[in-house]
């Protein structure tokens, strides 16, 4: 979908149009962290080429086992949703493996997830602001470096090409399906870049650097919430 096209589904959100999203069968996205039981609920939107996730996700992977951390992580719950940046090549190419992995499991999910990141250079070319995908490189070979992800986080070939390849919207809930309307749900949120939080339900951006509040600032943030409860 085309980039004029986030703009006019966000748009729409803004204005209170009601969008055509089905709903969810269970809440979407993943935890890192806690759980939906948790106190103070962090969501974190993110796309798996995009170098400011990567770092994000990184810095949350380090702070989950800081023992500064641990006075507040029962209070914690860190869920993660793929967001879809249309300028990332092969960005929903991945969110449909990342879904067909978190019908796996949720740490088969952070596996794929963390193998995108890593290897996002042999997908896409970063020249600085600016994102194109690696030459010559189809839709096929795609699929298949995503599926030696699939298999490093424990599933099997067969388990994540029929993932991959059933595009059925019956049910909505095979992973393409999923990955679709989660799309369509982070946009109707209001979820426009890579990363982009919610604290509490409410959008969350820290000063001086939204897509990179840092740890300090986070923790900060956590201890004020916490001493309120």
Not at 31 to 60: K, P
Request: aromatic share 14%.
């Amino acid at each position: 979908m085309s980039l004029t096209s986030v703009v006019a589904l966000t748009a729409a959100a803004a204005a209170g149009t009601i969008l055509p999203i089905a709903l969810p069968y269970r809440p979407t996205g993943q935890y890192l962290i806690g759980n939906a039981h948790s106190t103070i609920q962090i969501e974190a939107f993110v796309d798996l080429f995009c170098g400011d996730a990567r770092a994000e996700y990184f810095m949350w992977k380090g702070l989950k086992t800081d023992p500064t951390w641990n006075q507040s992580i029962s209070e914690v719950g860190l869920r993660f949703h793929v967001l879809v940046e249309p300028f990332h090549p092969w960005s929903f190419t991945a969110a449909v493996g990342a879904q067909t992995a978190a019908a796996h499991s949720a740490d088969a999910f952070f596996s794929f997830a963390e193998a995108c990141w890593t290897n996002s250079g042999d997908f896409v070319q970063h020249w600085g602001d600016q994102h194109y995908p690696l030459a010559n490189l189809a839709e096929v070979q795609v699929v298949a470096k995503l599926s030696q992800f699939a298999v490093a986080a424990g599933l099997t070939e067969t388990a994540f090409y029929n993932g991959m390849t059933n595009r059925s919207t019956a049910g909505g809930t095979n992973p393409w399906a999923v990955a679709r309307e989660a799309w369509k749900q982070a946009v109707a949120r209001g979820a426009a870049s890579s990363p982009w939080y919610f604290v509490n339900g409410v959008p969350y951006f820290a000063a001086g650097d939204a897509a990179h509040p840092g740890a300090q600032a986070w923790l900060s943030l956590i201890k004020q919430l916490v001493d309120k409860q």
